[in-house]
């Protein structure tokens, strides 16, 4: 219940409080064994005797409701700054009546009974967590200035990261893409989302003459993809950039659309470091945007990089500094530890709620693109 920057359901709120619960009881069951065995060990002098269990409970319970009144206190007040109805009863309910109820029927049990059940649960609660999850369609935006290349593997297309980027670029060519002020590389996220706000905002950016290219590197959730391969999102971006680059080389500087790297999430990342292979190798670049980066991003001296994290985001936020200092904005509550458990709770349902908070982001991503430095098609 420690104070996390987003609003929680009562069912994120309730399965949290029930692991949370369920850890502090094997926490609780290891001390007790050592202090019996202390007490084994050690002369009767030395023991020292606890509170009576009255007093223990009353402890227990005023902290509790404590917690609780603060909880309500503080979800209420992000509810009423994001515009969202405030929690009822059945919110608080819910909180506090599963977690209690698990402990509960863990407690009532043998202790062989509650080893079996806490580790059926964590079992069931992995299964749930699909490994190898049917491919579906990308979710991207239905509109002709988006330039998809998608995973079809079955269809007999090209693969492989460079083969793919350069039919993906042959397609933008013959369509007159090069002949518009500017192109925007966009990097999927791990399921191969596109942020159709992102695009729209590029669109007006640029008034509408724009192009945006992706290509799909992945068809799991961002997690996923980046604990099997983290590099794919940033090998994806950089072959994509390279062959725009070539396709652009043989015709003047002032012919040539202004070039732009954009990632959200894991795709920030992906452009992150394509956007260093440009450094390394001189390409040119109009600018890079960057929203909900994980872990916030670093200040890289580049002028035309743009980074966009919402104060509320826990993608951006969580990083393992905050276990032992506070995050640079300074606006929530801070406690070592627990803070960091707060955003990560958060984590879960940072996508349930308006935009413009948690890791919702809207047409401000294409409208902060920095201005074409060169050429004559400088956008309005």
Same mark, same amino acid.
């Given at each position: 219940?420690? !104070?996390?920057?987003?609003?929680?359901?009562?069912? &994120?709120s309730a399965v949290a409080g029930s692991l949370l619960a369920v850890l502090g009881l094997l &926490?609780?069951? %290891?001390?007790?064994?050592?202090?019996?065995?202390?007490? /084994?060990?050690?002369?009767?002098?030395?023991?020292?005797?606890? $509170?009576?269990?009255?007093?223990?409970?009353?402890?227990?319970?005023? %902290?509790?409701?404590?917690?609780?009144?603060?909880?309500?206190?503080?979800?209420?007040?992000?509810?009423?700054?994001?515009?969202?109805? !405030?929690?009822?009863?059945?919110?608080?309910?819910?909180?506090?009546?599963?977690? %209690?109820?698990?402990?509960?029927?863990?407690?009532?049990?043998?202790?062989?009974?509650?080893?079996?059940?806490?580790?059926?649960?964590?079992?069931?609660? &992995?299964?749930?967590? /699909?490994?190898?999850?049917?491919?579906?369609? *990308?979710?991207?935006?239905?509109?002709?200035? $988006? &330039?998809?290349?998608?995973?079809?593997?079955?269809?007999?297309? !090209?693969?492989?990261?460079?083969?793919?980027?350069? %039919?993906?670029?042959?397609?933008?060519?013959?369509?007159?893409?090069?002949?518009?002020?500017?192109?925007?590389?966009?990097?999927?996220?791990?399921?191969?989302?596109?942020?159709?706000?992102?695009?729209?905002?590029?669109?007006?950016?640029?008034?509408?003459?724009?192009?945006? $290219?992706?290509?799909?590197?992945?068809?799991?959730?961002?997690?996923?993809?980046?604990?099997?391969?983290?590099?794919?999102?940033?090998?994806?971006?950089?072959?994509?950039?390279?062959?725009?680059?070539?396709?652009?080389?043989?015709? !003047?500087?002032?012919?040539?659309?202004?070039?732009?790297?954009?990632?959200?999430?894991?795709?920030?990342?992906?452009?992150?470091?394509?956007?260093?292979?440009?450094?390394?190798?001189?390409?040119?670049l109009a600018g890079t945007v960057l929203s909900g980066v994980p872990g916030g991003g670093h200040d890289s001296g580049d002028t035309r990089r743009v980074v966009i994290?919402?104060?509320?985001?826990?993608?951006?936020?969580?990083?393992?500094?905050? $276990?032992?200092?506070?995050?640079?904005?300074?606006?929530?509550?801070?406690? *070592?530890?627990?803070?960091?458990?707060?955003?990560?709770?958060?984590?879960?349902?940072?996508? /349930?709620?308006?935009?413009?908070?948690?890791?919702?982001?809207?047409?401000?991503?294409?409208?902060?693109?920095?201005?074409?430095?060169?050429?004559?098609?400088?956008?309005?």
């Open positions: 219940m420690t !104070p996390g920057a987003l609003p929680r359901t009562a069912v &994120l &926490l609780g069951l %290891a001390a007790a064994r050592l202090v019996r065995w202390r007490r /084994d060990v050690e002369p009767a002098a030395h023991r020292i005797r606890g $509170l009576p269990v009255a007093g223990r409970v009353g402890g227990l319970v005023g %902290a509790a409701l404590g917690a609780l009144a603060l909880t309500v206190t503080w979800q209420d007040g992000l509810r009423t700054a994001m515009g969202m109805p !405030p929690i009822g009863p059945g919110w608080i309910a819910t909180t506090v009546a599963v977690p %209690a109820a698990v402990i509960g029927a863990i407690v009532w049990m043998p202790f062989s009974r509650r080893i079996f059940l806490i580790a059926a649960s964590a079992v069931v609660a &992995l299964g749930t967590v /699909d490994s190898s999850p049917a491919a579906a369609a *990308p979710d991207i935006p239905d509109t002709p200035v $988006l &330039l998809y290349s998608a995973l079809e593997r079955s269809r007999g297309g !090209p693969t492989g990261d460079e083969p793919r980027a350069a %039919a993906l670029v042959n397609r933008w060519m013959h369509a007159g893409g090069a002949d518009r002020r500017a192109v925007v590389i966009a990097v999927p996220t791990g399921s191969g989302w596109v942020d159709a706000a992102a695009v729209t905002g590029f669109e007006r950016r640029f008034a509408g003459s724009v192009r945006v $290219l992706a290509v799909q590197y992945s068809e799991v959730p961002s997690w996923q993809a980046y604990v099997r391969s983290p590099d794919r999102a940033g090998t994806s971006a950089t072959a994509l950039l390279r062959a725009v680059d070539r396709a652009l080389s043989s015709r !003047p500087r002032h012919a040539r659309p202004a070039v732009y790297l954009y990632g959200q999430s894991l795709g920030a990342v992906g452009a992150e470091q394509a956007r260093r292979w440009a450094h390394q190798h001189g390409v040119d994290n919402n104060p509320s985001d826990p993608v951006a936020a969580l990083r393992l500094s905050l $276990l032992w200092r506070p995050p640079h904005t300074g606006r929530l509550p801070w406690v *070592p530890g627990l803070s960091m458990l707060a955003t990560t709770i958060d984590l879960a349902g940072s996508l /349930d709620v308006p935009t413009g908070y948690g890791h919702r982001y809207g047409a401000e991503q294409g409208l902060r693109a920095p201005q074409p430095s060169i050429g004559p098609r400088t956008a309005s």
